[in-house]
């Protein structure tokens, strides 16, 4: 049986119409979405081209490349003609595009609200599949000493001990404090656990005297903050 050509491969297109190609004579912003991932995927299947495979996965996520990043590389690989390596390839383009967002502009970060906090972490801490527990560690003029992963996992789940945020403090030499954690269910509501630890914190600073500034709880693109609430 004779094999059949894959007209729809890129290599068949005319060269202006090539994503590589394209990217080359016009530049990236030229490409649309798909185009970009096309060039990512490098090359399709036997039947279907890169850009085939790339608007199947845009489609999986509603053509949203912000839920695009939330997929897990599992997902990638239930399209046809995506296998591991692929879907990695993919995976690993989202998360250092994630990681770029997570860089702050400004390595003498001052915290004076909450949307600087937001701003800081949010790109970090939006898309996690799992709870990650972080503090601002910040001089007396809330300049950014040290921002630290103190812990993984949900707060019923994982140890969460004020004893070791405190010790932290004296080490850096901080004076004030935020906390900041994200809500992978995308609801900007405290929990009890959350409640209860802000609580235990609050009374470890004041026996240390350090000033707990805040408690910032990051969901998607939105976040509660204790102190904006009030309720610190």
């Keep these: 049986m004779q094999n059949v050509p894959n007209t729809s491969a890129i290599k068949n297109w005319h060269e202006q119409d090539r994503p590589r190609e394209k990217a080359m004579h016009k530049g990236l912003d030229a490409l649309s979405d798909s185009e970009i991932i ?39 690989c239930k399209i046809r003609g995506m296998g591991p390596a692929k879907a990695l390839i993919l ?82 030499g901080a004076q004030c404090i935020i906390l900041a954690h994200n809500h992978p269910s995308g609801r900007a509501v405290p929990s009890q656990a959350d409640i209860d630890f802000t609580r235990k914190v609050k009374e470890a600073c004041s026996v240390f005297d350090f000033i707990l500034l805040d408690h910032v709880i990051i969901a998607g693109k939105n976040y509660y903050s204790f102190a904006d609430q009030g309720v610190l």
């Design 91 to 172: 995976a690993a383009a989202i998360e250092l595009g994630r990681r770029r967002s997570a860089v702050h502009p400004d390595p003498v970060a001052i915290f004076t609200s909450s949307a600087e906090t937001f701003r800081f972490l949010g790109s970090r801490l939006c898309d996690l599949p799992h709870e990650e527990f972080w503090v601002l560690y910040l001089n007396k003029g809330n300049r950014l000493i040290q921002a630290v992963q103190q812990f993984k996992g949900g707060m019923a789940s994982v140890s969460t001990d004020a004893r070791i945020i405190m010790r932290k403090s004296i080490e850096v």
């Design 38 to 76: 096309a060039i990512l995927l490098a090359t399709g299947t036997k039947d279907r081209s890169a850009l085939d495979l790339a608007r199947d996965l845009l489609a999986l996520a509603d053509n949203n490349l912000d839920l695009l990043g939330k997929k897990p590389l599992t997902d990638f």
